[in-house]
């Protein structure tokens, strides 16, 4: 919470104000207190558009409307009026997590949770609509987990069938994806609207994933119009009772009362509120509350709970993860928005099922695609990270697909690519947009989560703690994953000139520039380690396994990774020349304790003594820039030339028997392309098209 400033009120009617939640296009949100110490989230229009007397007219007529509902099941109103030409709203403080937050932080609600949620929205659905009101934008954001149960909020949008909708010129009053085939169409909407949006609701808490996707808005709302919901997530046991909802006739649906008897629903629901990981955070979130409450008794205003996010100055709370304002002007809002999750906690892993293992003979066919047109030509290569695979997108930005299917999940439009993404602990995307603001999103669902103001230019490695960059006037910068920078170096070594190639391990970061020298810094605190000058013709990618860092170039390179000391050094078959771009080594990858690269056109491997583990393979062919082997399962997979395509070769033995035999996947119009592996599946970016291979 932040204090109040200059133009902020200290009071609104029964109201003491304290500080400022959250600011946003419609109006601003104050934390308040009534003469009984009842604490509320009091909104107020925005002057510019207090104004328009229609407008702050509707504002409070509708908030009146809300404050008919009653229902526990709801956040109530509990005041509204006009005061000095603006109207205010003041509405229940909840604290508890939003479900779309809870599903991020702690994966998909288990089967006897997502049946509660369902009797309970259900049952809450049937007061509002008793009330001849309609929600019309009931989605996870709207839906608070508290420790009495879920609780429905934000009916900025509720109002009578016949009635208009509060919402800014411009805005689609429905959310992509949640709301019914006849919102999208602009058609009369009753009560079944809620219904089909509850059932989306649903899936997603189930499931883990939206029923409806797509790469534009556009491409939803025709799905929702005229596709089926995606409901290959949702257990097995469940879609009996959230497949009726989404009947595209809206008197096809279910009733509120049937739903609610459908959902089978445990008995001491209480308790699944209560228990575990989501318990454990409900309890602190109440706590907070708590303290917040009792902090704001005296005269001066509150001050921010330890660890909130808008305490910190240099950094900017993303809107999934710190705003309190629904883009369409609703009229509730509640503690969990601001105070938590707190934007600096690495949500879970996802889960992510592996692939079996192919056939080593024939060339493979793919897992899915190749789907064309999906990513911008120049693209970085593709990142697995867990259960989705990021690139960029094609139109800018990036873009994440399941690693299963290649179904989007989701697309962040205001990265910038050639920035490069960067894995954090394989749980949060890491990127920077064209202002040098790195920006974080969960991996598995494209959350947003913290953002800073660092000055971004080139994102060079990162890790779980921490990530390194190269600012837009060439310094190195460290930001951890608490959203602070570390420290803030000039490097050992010029960077400009395109991208350095990096890798971070064993405490160092160690990065090769344009002009192929090498240099490492101390992890820590970015203080020089040591410098190799003339190692390649260009920037190549180095390897770190254990206290040894491998490079490609002049020679394969075996060095100490915090002296520079060099163990041992093999030459290449043809020592690189400027007329000849393919000869040299090329970048090393290291699996098993085994040292795969390219030696002019041959593939070679070597253990961590430098000492020949294989006889050489030969390969169609590559140009650069290089790209280093792609080990995964027991095949090491090779970027070939515009000709070729991508080449599996057998790891045991890139053979002494002679024996092994390559597996090609030919492709064509190759000028950029890029390949990596994870959980037995190669990810291949073609220019604008990406394909998964299996491997063997």
Not at 138 to 145: A, Q, S
Not at 666 to 672: I, R, S
């Amino acid at each position: 919470m932040k204090p109040l400033g200059q133009g902020d009120p200290l009071r609104l009617g029964p109201y003491r104000l304290h500080g400022v939640l959250g600011e946003g296009g419609m109006g601003k949100v104050y934390f308040g207190q009534d003469a009984s110490q009842r604490p509320a989230a009091v909104k107020v229009l925005l002057p510019e558009l207090a104004h328009d007397g229609h407008l702050a007219e509707r504002f409070l007529r509708e908030a009146h409307t809300a404050q008919a509902v009653t229902s526990n099941g709801v956040a109530r109103v509990l005041a509204a009026e006009l005061e000095g030409g603006r109207p205010w709203i003041a509405t229940e403080f909840l604290a508890g997590p939003t479900l779309d937050d809870a599903v991020a932080r702690f994966g998909p609600l288990d089967e006897a949770a997502v049946r509660e949620l369902a009797r309970s929205l259900a049952g809450t659905l049937q007061d509002v609509h008793a009330r001849g009101l309609v929600h019309r934008d009931v989605k996870p954001p709207n839906v608070v987990l508290t420790s009495n149960g879920p609780r429905l909020i934000d009916f900025g949008i509720a109002r009578p069938e016949h009635g208009l909708t509060l919402t800014r010129t411009g805005q689609i009053p429905v959310t992509p994806g949640y709301g019914a085939p006849e919102q999208v169409l602009g058609q009369r909407v009753g009560p079944p609207a809620d219904i089909f949006s509850l059932g989306a609701v649903l899936a997603f808490a189930a499931g883990g994933r939206p029923a409806y996707t797509g790469a534009e808005i556009t491409a939803v709302l025709y799905e929702v119009v005229h596709g089926s919901p995606d409901l290959e997530a949702v257990p097995e046991g469940l879609r009996y009772l959230v497949t009726p909802c989404f009947a595209k006739d809206p008197a096809a649906r279910p009733l509120s009362t049937q739903l609610a008897e459908a959902a089978a629903a445990p008995r001491q629901p209480e308790r699944l509120w209560r228990a575990g990981q989501l318990g454990q955070e409900i309890r602190q979130r109440e706590a907070t509350a708590r303290r917040l409450t009792s902090g704001t008794t005296g005269a001066g205003p509150a001050t921010a709970p330890e660890g909130s996010c808008l305490t910190r100055r240099t950094v900017l709370c993303a809107a999934g993860g710190g705003a309190l304002l629904a883009a369409a002007g609703g009229t509730t809002w509640w503690l969990s928005r601001d105070t938590a999750p707190d934007p600096f906690d690495i949500p879970p892993a996802a889960r992510v099922q592996q692939a079996p293992l192919g056939s080593a003979g024939g060339s493979p066919r793919p897992l899915w695609g190749p789907l064309p047109d999906v990513a911008d030509a120049r693209s970085p290569a593709p990142l697995p990270v867990r259960d989705v695979v990021v690139y960029g997108a094609a139109g800018g930005g990036i873009a994440a697909r399941r690693v299963t299917d290649g179904r989007e999940r989701w697309r962040a439009r205001e990265a910038k690519a050639d920035a490069g993404y960067l894995s954090l602990g394989d749980r949060l995307v890491a990127t920077a947009d064209a202002e040098g603001t790195l920006r974080t999103y969960v991996a598995a669902t494209g959350s947003p989560r913290w953002t800073v103001d660092a000055q971004a230019a080139v994102l060079l490695a990162a890790d779980a703690h921490a990530v390194h960059l190269l600012t837009t006037d060439g310094r190195l910068r460290c930001v951890g994953t608490d959203g602070k920078v570390r420290w803030t170096r000039k490097p050992p070594v010029t960077l400009s000139g395109g991208h350095p190639a990096a890798a971070l391990g064993s405490g160092h970061l160690v990065l090769c520039n344009a002009a192929g020298d090498v240099a490492a810094v101390r992890a820590d605190d970015g203080a020089r380690a040591w410098v190799r000058k003339g190692q390649a013709a260009g920037p190549l990618r180095p390897a770190v396994d254990g206290g040894t860092v491998y490079f490609g170039g002049r020679s394969l390179a075996a060095v100490a990774v915090a002296t520079g000391r060099e163990r041992w050094a093999q030459e290449p078959l043809r020592p690189p020349r400027r007329d000849r771009s393919t000869d040299g080594w090329g970048p090393p990858a290291v699996a098993g304790g085994v040292i795969y690269a390219l030696d002019c056109e041959a593939l070679r491997s070597l253990d961590r003594n430098g000492k020949q583990a294989g006889d050489p393979m030969m390969v169609a062919g590559v140009v650069p820039p290089w790209r280093p082997p792609v080990v995964q399962g027991n095949s090491v997979w090779i970027v070939e030339s515009e000709e070729t395509g991508v080449s599996g070769f057998p790891r045991s033995g890139i053979p002494r028997s002679g024996t092994g035999r390559p597996q090609t996947y030919p492709l064509t119009d190759g000028q950029y392309r890029s390949a990596t592996a994870d959980h037995n599946r190669l990810f291949v970016l073609n220019r604008s098209t990406l394909l998964a291979l299996p491997v063997y």
